[in-house]
Nanobody, 124 residues
Framework: QVQLVESGGGLVQAGGSLRVSCAAS????????MAWFRQAPGEERELLAA????????YYSDSVKGRFTISRDNAENTVYLRMNTLKLEDTAVYYC?????????????????WGQGTQVTVSS
């Protein structure tokens, strides 16, 4: 199975943009549905976006729809989350996740492979 490493988190001002990346090692990356989650202190982990193995289908939660964009580059074994118009409430640890159960899933419970997370902090 793949292993996942996130990068690109940091401190950004409200209204700004940031892109986080998730590099996957292992074979058959294009067969995995990939997703981004986040978890703020005291909150449950939240599914933000998901993308099919071939990139042909995506899902967004209402909290990020229109502001965040998930994409993947199967040649580079990488998935991205572009975050625009960031808000204070977007501050959280952002996690990349994968599942080989389905080529596409928007169900958080299907994801069983996790990265270590990257902190995103939005300041006023």
């Amino acid at each position: 199975q793949v292993q996942l490493v996130e990068s690109g988190g940091g401190l950004v001002q409200a209204g700004g943009s940031l892109r986080v990346s998730c590099a996957a090692s292992g074979r058959s990356f294009s067969s995995y549905s990939m997703a981004w989650f986040r978890q703020a202190p005291g909150e449950e982990r939240e599914l933000l976006a998901a993308i099919a193995g071939n990139g042909g289908r995506t899902y967004y939660s209402d909290s990020v729809k229109g502001r965040f964009t998930i994409s993947r580059d199967n040649a580079e074994n990488t998935v991205y989350l572009r975050m625009n118009t960031l808000k204070l409430e977007d501050t959280a640890v952002y996690y990349c996740a994968a599942t080989s159960r389905y080529s596409y899933s928007a169900y958080s419970g299907d994801y069983d492979i996790w990265g270590q997370g990257t902190q995103v902090t939005v300041s006023s």
